[in-house]
């Protein structure tokens, strides 16, 4: 992604992740966490419908969580209330420093590919933090029923949770990666030995795509993606392109088709 459009979608975040905290904070279950052992500051921001208060709800867990929780919340209720998937609860990940969100994400969601970690290459320890300390501080807290759960990344987020999927493949059962960044570092990201698991695993994957061109080259990483995650064995693979939708636009519409490929009764 050109480096005037990358600044441009990380300004939209940072705005929508202050006005989303302003939107959601009266309706949520904001959790502060401690410091994790990477260093930084968590914090989750929680929505648990009232189907799931007495238990028996897997959890989505949100990268991003200030700026997209809404529009999972949204999206969800509307799926839940019309039947077309059981309610979750949404986990959202975010940071307690809103304002630095671009900064900490970046170096987060990033691999460092063998190289040491500097203001990129932290989703090593990201994924350490999530799996040894974010899901567990989650579900020893709220009524979660810990056999599966799913993760929803864009952007930068949608290359972690590729990573995450091919590091830590008993993990996570249900991936939502939307418009990831694979372009970054050269593309290795396609170079990393994905694991295989016994576990079966199902992943939406979904990019934008400008009206007036057949497939951009996010689609076209995106989809070069579908065809590695389809070659591995017990992987449910299923795509979108959103076409005319922006970086940023696309997430809503992709977000509801991944979340009926993902959780509708022929996805679970």
């Known amino acids: 992604m050109p480096r005037i459009a990358l600044i ?20 949520s279950n904001i959790l502060t966490m401690p410091a994790a052992s990477n260093g930084i ?16 709800c897997e959890a989505l867990y949100v990268l991003d969580g200030f700026a997209w929780l809404p529009t999972f919340t949204r999206l969800t209720d509307e799926l839940s209330a019309q039947q077309r998937m059981a309610p979750v609860i949404l986990v959202g990940i975010a940071y307690r420093d809103a304002f630095d969100t671009g900064d900490l994400r970046k170096h987060d969601f990033t691999p460092a590919f063998g190289r040491t970690p500097n203001a990129t290459g932290g989703a090593e320890a990201f994924l350490r933090v999530l ?6 501080f989650a579900e020893q807290r709220l009524p979660i029923d810990n056999r599966r759960r799913g993760l929803a990344g864009h952007s930068y987020a ?26 970054f570092d050269g593309g290795k990201i396609y170079d990393i030995t994905f694991k295989q ?9 979904a990019a934008d795509t400008p009206r007036n061109e057949a497939r951009s080259q996010m689609a076209s990483d995106t989809m070069r ?9 017990n992987v449910d693979v299923s795509r979108a392109t959103m076409v005319g939708e922006t970086h940023n636009s696309m997430v809503e519409p992709a977000a509801m088709r991944g979340l009926r490929a993902l959780y509708a009764e022929g996805g679970r």
Do not use: H, K, N
């Open 131 to 136: 799996r040894d300390e974010i899901i567990p």
């Open 158 to 183: 949608g290359l972690f949770a590729t990573y995450s999927f091919a590091e830590a493949p008993d993990l996570f059962d249900r991936y939502m990666i939307l418009s990831p960044a694979l372009w």
């Open 41 to 56: 500051d968590y914090v989750l921001i929680v929505q648990v419908p009232p189907a799931c208060r007495d238990g028996g």
């Open 225 to 233: 993606l579908a065809d590695v995650l389809t070659s591995l064995p």
């Open 197 to 205: 698991s016994e576990r079966r695993r199902a992943v939406f994957l």
């Open 8 to 27: 441009a979608a990380a300004l939209v975040l940072l705005v929508a992740g202050v006005v989303a905290y302003r939107l959601i904070a009266p309706r």
